[in-house]
């Protein structure tokens, strides 16, 4: 498809376990974008690469969370040692260009629950 | 305090009725401001971009008071369709970092 896609769709897993979460963004996007939801709240910001490095890496919580993109086009976000407070809708969005019109295309999430 | 703070509703509103959402924000460098919308368990899309000159699109009007750090949304002859979250976003001017608010929630009825 020619939206941006995010697996897994869904993830359930146990406290203290490693996770990964992918996200392919639209073809041709430069700007890759990793949100979180939680129920009732907005998306809070997480990390912005432009191209292959992190422009923004400002709203990740804490050194257990980590983000790459190593060739510019497809992400990783990693979770190290899983904490119930992480369940949440991890939400990966793409954009065009560095200026552009603040229309972020968003994937469909993937639903990260700790048990 | 919150950089963009919304009245989370919900507001239940009948068909053809006029609703308001407003939303303050708090980084007065900000630059770029949005509307976007969010269905049960969808991800959010672009509604439409804030002017400071105010714009409209449809029944969706939009409007940003610089001064008052405040931005409303004005949806006319609600339908049923229109039932939703929407988040108020802003930037400091590129699409680097938006920051979402909490979302207001709309329910309209018949």
């Known amino acids: 498809g020619a939206g941006v896609s995010q697996t897994p769709s869904n993830k359930v897993t146990e406290k203290g376990k490693y996770v990964e979460l992918r996200c392919d963004p639209i073809?041709?996007?430069?700007?890759l974008y990793w949100y979180r939801q939680s129920l009732g709240q907005g998306p809070e910001f997480l990390i912005y690469?432009?191209?292959?490095?992190?422009?923004?890496d400002s709203g990740l919580p804490n050194d257990r969370f980590f983000a790459v993109r190593p060739e510019g086009s497809v992400s990783t976000l990693k979770i190290q040692r899983t904490e119930r407070g992480d369940s949440a809708v991890y939400l990966c969005?793409?954009?065009?260009?560095?200026?552009?019109?603040?229309?972020?295309?968003f994937g469909e999430g993937s639903r990260l629950t700790v048990l | 305090r919150k950089e963009v703070e919304q009245d989370p509703g919900p507001f239940n509103v009948p068909e053809g009725a006029t609703v308001a959402f407003n939303c303050t924000y708090s980084?007065?460098?900000?630059?770029?401001f949005f509307w976007y919308r969010q269905d049960c368990r969808k991800e959010p899309k672009l509604l439409m971009s804030v002017y400071s000159s105010g714009n409209e699109d449809g029944r969706f009007t939009a409007q940003l008071n610089r001064a008052s750090q405040y931005i409303s949304l004005l949806i006319r002859d609600s339908k049923l369709s229109d039932s939703a979250t929407y988040l108020c976003v802003v930037s400091p001017g590129t699409a680097s970092k938006l920051t979402f608010g909490t979302g207001t929630r709309l329910q309209v009825t018949l």
């Open positions: 073809s041709g996007h430069t700007a």
């Open positions: 969005a793409s954009s065009p260009d560095r200026e552009g019109t603040g229309e972020l295309f």
């Open positions: 980084n007065s460098a900000s630059q770029s």
């Open positions: 690469f432009q191209g292959t490095g992190a422009a923004d």
